[in-house]
């Protein structure tokens, strides 16, 4: 049974990976090709411009498809080493609310942010704390239909900052709830695959929520999810106050 397991877990792999790795790489090779092509010096400053940010933008991708996946062994190995600094929690959410303005905007759909009323100063891991918080947000923008609304809270209860991403989205079956923190989970098969960070329903990594609960576990917080179909989700992640130095 372990094994059928294992076998699952590496097919689910190499067919994701496969989608996720081919739309950078045809973007890398087409682009390429034509900066290197006979008709190169026949392209206007602009179009010279053009190739070269789709080019930039399909690194880029591939260089986060191999980060999330290092930090995630990492993470689940308990090999990786939190750099701890102080910072102020909801300057980091604002900041994090700045970021997703353009997606939200091209699937006209609103974030609330409500700020905790009085500071927030947490000594962690700052890049891993925006990390986990932008992969719930980002994951509540691709499964929330166009003109959905998404809340982005911060509060105190008891001796956690408790951070709680709802959303107006598609919501997720009951049977499906034990399984969505594992790592290549997609609600679609994977041979239906379509890559896409915040289109609706658009497929990704599968490696979102077990990045930000294996973020959490490493602060020595967890993560909490609700749901009911056709109505949206909540997520909430709760991280010790106590976080020390």
Avoid: W
């Amino acid at each position: 049974e372990k094994l059928r397991e294992l076998q699952i877990v590496k097919d689910k792999f190499l067919a994701i990976t496969s989608h996720e790795l081919r739309t950078p790489v045809s973007h890398l090779r087409g682009y390429l090709s034509i900066l290197n092509g006979d008709d190169f010096h026949l392209l206007s400053p602009v179009e010279k411009k053009e190739c070269m940010s789709v080019i930039n933008a399909a690194v880029l991708d591939l260089e986060q498809i191999v980060t999330d996946m290092f930090d995630l062994i990492e993470l689940e190995q308990g090999a990786i080493v939190l750099k701890r600094e102080p910072f102020e929690l909801n300057e980091l959410l604002e900041q994090i609310e700045h970021e997703f303005r353009r997606p939200l905007q091209e699937r006209q759909q609103m974030l609330t942010l409500r700020r905790c009323p009085q500071p927030c100063m947490i000594a962690a891991d700052r890049l891993k704390i925006k990390i986990m918080v932008s992969e719930l947000i980002q994951n509540a923008i691709k499964f929330t239909p166009d003109h959905g609304r998404i809340e982005l809270t911060l509060h105190i209860d008891g001796n956690f900052y408790v951070f709680v991403v709802a959303d107006t989205g598609v919501g997720i079956k009951q049977e499906k709830m034990g399984t969505i923190f594992e790592k290549f989970y997609e609600v679609q098969h994977s041979n239906h695959h379509s890559t896409s960070k915040t289109g609706f329903m658009g497929g990704g990594m599968g490696l979102g929520l077990s990045l930000a609960r294996a973020i959490a576990e490493a602060h020595d917080g967890g993560i909490k999810v609700s749901s009911e179909v056709g109505k949206g989700s909540v997520f909430q992640i709760f991280i010790p106050i106590n976080q020390s130095l």
